[in-house]
């Protein structure tokens, strides 16, 4: 049976200590999350007290009925989305919004020409191919990143781009933000060159920002 | 992890943030089909697995990310393939220092799926590869675990909701900070524009707001 060598124990090592770091000893500790107490109103009546619950009673129903809207919205537009690319199709004059009506009135969801922007055109290309370069372009803006210039010559680079771009008129225009965003008349001409399933496809990856509007389209209560 | 990798290596989405339900007790009902499923009061954390690399919730390399080198060997160690593919990013809650439960524990409660996989296939195939985690149980430290969804027909959220209250007051720490409900029809939502963007498929109640 092989045997099994146990660690003895090793002396302590001097605890190095660089910050030469002052012991508290019991002292009481501060808790990390301690909150910070604030001088309290004086409330001799308990008037405050009752607007202060009203307030977070109030908050807690705001915010249920937020996240409520919030969701009821998503499915909106989500459950419109493909009426609106099946009934927009072939038209070059496209109805801005599609109506969902009730008893309580009409809301609007509309699809104004808002993408969001992409990281890059990967996911593109499966749907598109050859014709995405069409459909999309890369936009981009210039941005200086100061942590990766060497420091040294930082100010000396920056002042001759600053020179560079003052040259053309143009200082304030040095930042980097870059993306693949649609032309501008991809809005309009994806209902002709494209088919609703391409559309659809579309969607899932460069995702239009639609909007839920309920604004005049309430019926007023007998 | 090294710089090196921490260079090479960037996050391939921001981690998904939920929208504000307020508390459970006063949310209405969600259309659609919708899981449950505790919310841990940890730092949010993506994970790379093959590289050890972590991220917060901005995308930015995680500050803790030392402490948690035996959860990172193990997450590693699994051949997680969905659709014939590698699983490479977990979304995890990290534990560490904001109670003493599950020091350095990974609660992988999602993964990016290469094949976009919606949320009822990712949750069915994140609770075969990892050991879910009980959430009447403390998790134990250093560890892995899955985060198992609790499905409306079968849970009633509102009993898990004061369930996990109660395993907080027991335990005398803030370990849940509530529930996520999210709906099981979604693909992750993938995408590095804004992390404050908000996702309309995860719905947090908490009991503070």
Sequence with gaps: MPSIKEKGSRPAKPQIDPLRKLSFGAINRKANNAKTAYPVLPDPNGQLAIIAARIIDRTAQIEALDGALAIDKSELKTLATPFYFIQASGKIDVASSVSAVSSAGEVLITFPNRYSRLESEAALLPILGERTTTFFRQAFALEIDGDKLPAENAQELLEELQRLFARYHAAEAVKVKE?????????????????????????QVCPIIAMVKTKGRIKESP | MSKDTLAVVRPCTY??????????????????????????NGWRALVHAPTGAMFNRRGQPLSIAGLFGSALKHLRSVQFVCDGMPVEWFDCEALSRRHRLGQATLLAF?????SGQLLGQRKELLTQAFIAHDYAQSPLPGKVYGVRSLDLDQTDP????????????????????????KRTTDPYPVQLRSPNEEFVGWVKHRWAY
């Design chain 1, 179 to 203: 993306g693949i965003k649609p032309v501008p008349d991809f809005h309009t001409v994806r209902h002709t060159a494209l088919t609703p399933e391409q559309n659809l496809a579309l969607n």
């Design chain 2, 158 to 181: 509102h009993a898990l909701y004061g369930e996990l209250r109660q395993l907080n007051a027991s335990w005398r720490c803030l370990f849940y900070e509530g529930l996520v409900a």
């Design chain 2, 15 to 40: 981690p998904a943030r939920p929208i504000n339900g307020g508390p459970l007790d006063l949310a209405l009902p969600k259309p659609g089909h919708w899981y449950y499923e505790p919310k841990y």
């Design chain 2, 110 to 114: 999602d993964y990016i799926s290469p």
